[in-house]
């Protein structure tokens, strides 16, 4: 994943929240709503890791899908198995990149204390990442266009609450990057600067599904 310059990072918050919201279908909707009514609409470091517990499980559904189909591949099918490969590789990827984000926000909500209660910021978020998996699943196998537009839609909501949040907090373009991530993630000069690349991240990963829709093929 591409990491940027504080300057390039603050045109890309601009051109985030200049751009129209994405137009959501029901099933979202209806999710952010239920969403909001449980964390409530303030955004927030604990809200976000929430966020991010869910983001990871559309990833490992379609790696675990593409691998049930490389397994059901014969010899005369190696471009076949090769591009399954590839799509399981950038999943992987996807993946990886939002366990950063999650490990971060983790390591600054324990650095600041903030108190979480274990049934809202623990026990739910598995809850709610154990039937989105399911649903990221079978949407992906019965149509895989449904799947990646779910998954933008996602992204395109993460990036926007992101890049809104550093805007209301001015504070943290002042506060130093400290974190035992900086090799995993990124050297980042102020706790902005990551905000700002996380939303960044999610709306790379917007275009990602998005482009796959375009193709809308198993892979
Ligand atoms: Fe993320
Ligand atoms: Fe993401």
Redesign the pocket.
């Known amino acids: 994943m591409e990491r940027l310059t504080p300057e390039r990072l603050r045109e890309e918050q601009a051109t985030t929240l200049a751009e129209p919201k994405m137009r959501y279908g029901p099933l979202v909707t209806l999710f952010f709503f239920l969403f909001d009514l449980v964390y409530g609409r303030r955004r927030s470091w604990s809200k976000f890791k929430v966020l991010e517990v869910v983001?990871r499980v559309p990833y490992q559904a379609w790696e675990h899908v593409a691998y049930i189909a490389i397994t059901h591949i014969y010899f005369e099918q190696a471009d076949y198995a090769r591009r399954i490969f590839d799509r399981v590789k950038e999943s992987r990827a996807?993946q990886d990149?939002?366990q950063w984000?999650l490990l971060i926000l983790e390591e600054w909500t324990h650095r600041q204390k903030i108190r979480e209660s274990f049934v809202f910021y623990r026990l739910l978020p598995q809850v709610i990442a154990f039937f989105y998996y399911q649903i990221s699943w079978l949407l992906y196998v019965f149509k895989p266009a449904w799947s990646y537009r779910l998954n933008a839609a996602?992204?395109d909501h993460?990036a926007r609450e992101y890049m809104q949040f550093v805007k209301e907090h001015p504070e943290l373009d002042s506060i130093p990057f400290e974190s035992a991530f900086k090799q995993d993630f990124g050297n980042f000069p102020t706790l902005a600067d990551v905000v700002r690349q996380i939303g960044y991240?999610?709306r790379v990963?917007?275009e990602e599904s998005l482009a796959q829709i375009e193709t809308a093929r198993f892979v």
């Open positions: 983001a996807q990149n939002e984000h996602f992204e993460a991240d999610e990963h917007r």
